[in-house]
């Protein structure tokens, strides 16, 4: 396990090459220069334009600002943002607890519902609760993610605001610690759902069929011609092998979550590290980009090698590095 850990770890470092060394590449093309769009309309002498070029490292060839960043990098250096004049790495520490948090919740959410959702579906086939799971997580498939935020939005916290006269609702802006009065976890409730929706559904269908599969192999037939209790047979033989799959996508979808959620950060106008990444995107603020993606790497990255790490113990016979013909 440990050589397997180590392997893993040691696939880290071209991983981060690649993806720095891309978005590097993919800076020089970008039509827009960020020195001229901090001035925007106002004008720039040459001299101030040479001195903010010369401050960022602008003046020189991209691998020469490749070299230099990865230099400051491995000295714990992100840079300062050319858009605020802050440290990326603070903007980081700001930002990057929100989306955790976000990201969190929205796995709580996917884990109970979906897998809960799935299990029903699975056991009670063909009933009317099974042909509800599949209806309901074809809708929430097909739903925007925005458009659900939305509507979430109008039924929770205005709608409902006025059925109860102000006495029951959710706050639908911001991330708590102002003046509305809710505690910091009712402001995620909403933003969570939302996030979790679409992943919920899959998750839901991914428990159904592989539960489903899995109750049709030799070994489960067994057990319950042993006499083992229906309940008996799903929780020791059937759960386990049946969520090996789901657990990778969940794993996988908790990487992407905390790679920051654009789309439900800006709705819930969620101060979270997607939303700083979309507008430092919009002012070409290049280290803030470089800076959040590299944490967001990082992040993802460690994601997927606890999720490989978990099969083991989800699956017995799965074992890493132990031997010659893995």
């Known amino acids: 396990m440990f050589r397997y850990i180590f392997r893993r770890l040691l696939q880290f470092v071209p991983v981060f090459f690649g993806v720095t060394l891309v978005l590097f590449l993919i800076t020089t093309v970008l039509p827009g220069d960020p020195v001229r769009l901090r001035a925007g309309e106002k004008s720039m002498s040459p001299a101030v334009e040479a001195a903010l070029r010369a401050q960022y490292g602008f003046d020189k060839p991209w691998y020469v600002q490749y070299g230099n960043y990865l230099n ?84 929770f ?46 998750a839901a269908r991914i428990m159904r069929s592989q539960l489903l599969e899995v109750n049709g192999q030799d070994y489960i037939r067994t057990a319950h011609a042993k006499g083992l209790a229906p309940g008996a047979v799903l929780r020791k033989h059937a759960l386990k092998n049946a969520l090996i799959p789901v657990v ?48 967001i790497l990082f992040a993802v990255m460690i994601v997927n090698l606890l999720v490989d790490i978990s099969y083991a113990f989800l699956d017995p016979r799965i074992r890493y590095g132990g031997s010659a013909g893995e």
Request: aromatic letters at 12%.
């Open 157 to 202: 916290g205005i709608w409902l605001q006025k059925q109860t006269g102000g006495m029951f609702y959710l706050p639908v802006t911001g991330a708590g610690g102002g003046a509305d009065g809710f505690p910091a976890w009712v402001h995620l409730v909403l933003p969570a759902i939302t996030l979790a929706s679409v992943s919920t559904a899959y």
């Open 72 to 155: 400051a990098l491995a000295h714990g250096d992100l840079g300062v943002s050319i858009a605020t004049g802050r440290p990326v790495a603070d903007i980081i520490k700001t930002t990057y607890p929100y989306t955790v948090k976000l990201a969190l919740s929205a796995i709580v959410v996917e884990i109970i519902v979906g897998i809960g959702v799935g299990i029903i579906a699975a056991v009670k086939r063909y009933s009317i609760w099974d042909i509800l799971a599949t209806l309901s997580t074809s809708v929430l498939v097909a739903l925007p993610v925005f458009w659900l935020g939305i509507m979430l939005q109008y039924v």
């Open 248 to 295: 990778t996508f969940i794993g996988l979808d908790l990487g992407a979550m905390l790679s920051g959620a654009v789309l439900t950060e800006t709705v819930f106008n969620w101060p979270g590290i997607g939303f700083t990444i979309s507008r430092a995107a919009f002012q070409l603020d290049y280290p803030t980009i470089f800076g959040c993606t590299v944490v």
